[in-house]
């Protein structure tokens, strides 16, 4: 028994056809070349000497607080801006809500997603390559020729088949395919970055009122005991017959109203609790460690008089909002010639 190895290829065409082909496509290629063309999708570039004034200001520094001066030209921004606040608490919770929030990785995979499809994007201008092994076993019949020299009947065949082929993008399409892949990762991207910030701002607000609700509670219950005692004293003077009976009724009436204020800002601790919780991703029963004073927070020492414009173009809301125009400007490009110009379209493809 012997293995008869056979590859199949595709069947060229004739030098002098395939010749033909390619300089006529050659030829061509200036004339399709207009269809292409669109805008560059580059951004205004903005004046360099926008101000707010026609002088400068100059301002005293207060006590304790240094102005520092910020211009235009290098716009910087710290990311990790509220570790100048000076918490580790705050910190940690921040580094969590990050880690465990599930809306933060709902976005996350959304992200994921759409950068696969920008990367499918991309490979259609890419050659695709196909490749193939197909092994068999023949028996032929015995009333007719054999196949093998040696006469035997029964047989192995091995089939490798190789195929590479490339669809010629003349005009743009799978170039503005792909572009528009790209652009929607960028847009999904713009929204990860905009939710991560909502996220850091919310814990950071709910962290801050928390630690005020702390310090107002623990105010609120000292004038609860300064009330206890006080009505005690009253209570103790009336029975001896020093005081009447309405100063009594007066110490119990501010009593109850510092318990009410009390339990009303213990329901208001207790809120911002479970609601930290939920940002920082766990259960209201998990034990959670909060910053419970404003003292553990430090104001920074230096503050910029006034922020450049320029910062806004880090907005992830604008940069979204770029990355969707230019999604939907793509396929809008080669309109106008083909409205002017009759241009048409059709797919080339070439294959060996």
Same mark, same amino acid.
Request: hydrophobic fraction near 40%; aromatic fraction near 4%; glycine fraction near 4%.
């Given at each position: 028994m012997r293995s008869i190895h056979s590859i199949q290829r595709l069947h060229r065409q004739p030098q002098g056809r395939a010749g033909l082909v390619k300089w006529g496509v050659l030829a061509c290629l200036p004339l399709l070349a207009s269809c292409t063309l669109g805008p560059a999708g580059t951004p205004p570039v903005l004046p360099a000497d926008a101000g707010y004034t026609q002088m400068p200001i100059a301002l005293p520094a207060h006590a304790g607080m240094v102005i520092a001066p910020q211009t235009a030209e290098n716009p910087t921004l710290c990311t990790n801006w509220w570790q100048a606040l000076g918490s580790d608490k705050l910190n940690k919770l921040i580094a969590q809500a990050q880690a465990r929030n599930p809306n933060l990785a709902s976005q996350q995979a959304a992200l994921n997603a759409a950068q696969a499809l920008a990367a499918a994007g991309q490979s259609a201008l890419l050659p695709s390559v196909q490749a193939g092994f197909f092994p068999s076993r023949q028996s032929q019949a015995k009333g007719i020729s054999p196949t093998l020299n040696s006469g035997q009947s029964l047989f192995n065949l091995h089939t490798a088949q190789v195929q590479v082929s490339y669809a010629l993008d003349v005009f743009g399409g799978n170039q503005r395919q792909a572009q528009i892949g790209q652009a929607l990762a960028d847009q999904q991207a713009a929204l990860l970055a905009a939710a991560r910030i909502s996220l850091i701002n919310n814990v950071i607000l709910a962290a801050v009122n928390y630690a005020a609700g702390q310090d107002s509670l623990?105010?609120?219950?000292?004038?609860?005991?300064?009330? &206890?005692? =006080?009505?005690?004293?009253? %209570?103790?003077?009336?029975?001896?017959?020093?005081? #009447?009976q309405l100063n009594v009724m007066l110490a119990q009436t501010a009593l109850l109203q510092a318990q009410s204020t009390e339990?009303?800002?213990?329901?208001?601790a207790a809120?911002?609790?479970? &609601?930290? =919780?939920?940002?920082?991703? %766990?259960?209201?029963?998990?034990?959670?460690?909060? #910053?419970?004073?404003l003292a553990q927070f430090h104001l920074p020492t230096a503050l910029p008089l006034s922020l450049p414009s320029a910062l806004v173009q880090n907005r992830p809301d604008i940069v979204a909002a770029g990355a969707s125009v230019h999604a939907a400007a793509a396929p809008m490009v080669a309109i106008p010639a083909r409205r002017w110009r009759g241009c048409f379209h059709p797919p080339i493809n070439f294959g060996r």
């Open positions: 623990k105010l609120t219950r000292e004038v609860v005991a300064l009330n &206890q005692t =006080a009505l005690n004293r009253t %209570q103790q003077q009336f029975a001896q017959g020093q005081v #009447p339990a009303a800002l213990e329901k208001q809120l911002q609790r479970d &609601q930290l =919780a939920a940002l920082v991703g %766990q259960y209201p029963n998990e034990p959670l460690e909060l #910053p419970t004073s």
